[in-house]
């Protein structure tokens, strides 16, 4: 049930990273992939690695705050998955954010992923083919951490985004869902958690360790997919069970 022959997906944020990941793990399940990002030449190296697994990956250059490199991006034949992945998180106390990373961080993880939702849906509608949208939120949108005020503020947003898209768009059998990963380790991170307040923060997980990509390819087929065809608004956590951690 979650083989994607045949079906075309876009993976935002795609040249590093959990979107690199994505989109292998798609083109190994059989879509054709269009990897989009802002940084083309890391776009090559992930269109490199899906080829060389016998997948096929095409690259677009896009930048989810340009409502134009979003246009173009979706232009043409309608995608019929969406990995809508791409984010930054910029730290720093509240007090001392300056206002253009407050908007910097809304306008890529939230306004971005409004952006890319509505102009592949707006394919979906014209083409009157259905799809699935899969937002990427994090558990910092439904519990806090420290310094993440505006990240948590947008991947909340994304949270109940999907859930507003998914009942508008039901009726043009367009799922969308949120996918909230826990703390997963990419290249990026992996010196902070070898570092002892990284170990700490590991401590705190239930399961007591930090979840690899792999533990995520599961929870992403089945809302790309048609086993999870009667899912629209849901809302996924994969985190080692750290949104259930003791008080
Ligand atoms: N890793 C985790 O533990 C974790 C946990 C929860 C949620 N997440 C979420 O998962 C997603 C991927 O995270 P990651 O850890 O893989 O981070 P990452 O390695 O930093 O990747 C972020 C990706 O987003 C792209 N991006 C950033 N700004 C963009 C823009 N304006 N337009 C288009 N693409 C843009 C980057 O590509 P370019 O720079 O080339 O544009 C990059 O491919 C994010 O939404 C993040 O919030 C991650």
């Known amino acids: 049930m979650t083989d994607l022959t045949g079906r075309r997906a876009l993976v935002t944020g ?24 802002r940084r083309t030449d890391a776009l090559a190296e992930t269109v490199a690695l899906v080829t060389a697994q016998g997948g096929r990956a095409l690259p677009v250059a896009l930048d989810v705050t340009s409502p134009e490199s979003v246009a173009a991006a979706c232009a043409g034949a309608p995608f019929d998955i969406v990995i809508n992945n791409a984010g930054i ?10 206002d253009a ?19 592949a849906a707006a394919r979906m509608v014209a083409e009157k083919v259905g799809g699935s949208i899969v937002n990427v939120a994090s558990i910092v949108g439904l519990r ?19 859930k507003a898209l998914a009942l508008e768009w039901a009726r043009n059998g367009i799922r969308v869902n949120a996918l909230c990963p826990g703390y997963i380790e990419t290249p990026l991170n992996a010196e902070f958690f070898a570092s ?6 590991i401590r705190r997980i239930p399961q007591r360790r930090l979840g690899q990509m792999r533990d995520l390819d ?6 790309a997919s048609e086993a999870g065809a009667y899912m629209t608004g849901s809302v996924i956590a994969v985190d080692g069970g750290h949104l259930v951690s003791s008080l």
């Open 14 to 37: 795609a040249s590093s990273g959990l979107g690199r990941h994505f989109a292998q793990v798609l083109a190994a399940a059989g879509a054709e992939v269009t990897v989009a990002a």
């Open 89 to 98: 998180a910029l730290d720093g106390p509240a007090l001392k954010m300056p």
């Open 101 to 119: 990373d407050w908007s910097r961080v809304i306008d890529t993880d939230l306004s971005g992923v409004f952006r890319v939702a509505q102009a």
């Open 144 to 162: 806090v951490a420290g310094n993440l005020s505006a990240y948590a503020a947008a991947k909340a947003g994304v949270i109940q985004l999907s």
């Open 196 to 201: 002892e307040p990284g170990q700490a923060l």
């Open 218 to 223: 599961g929870p992403l087929l089945l809302l």
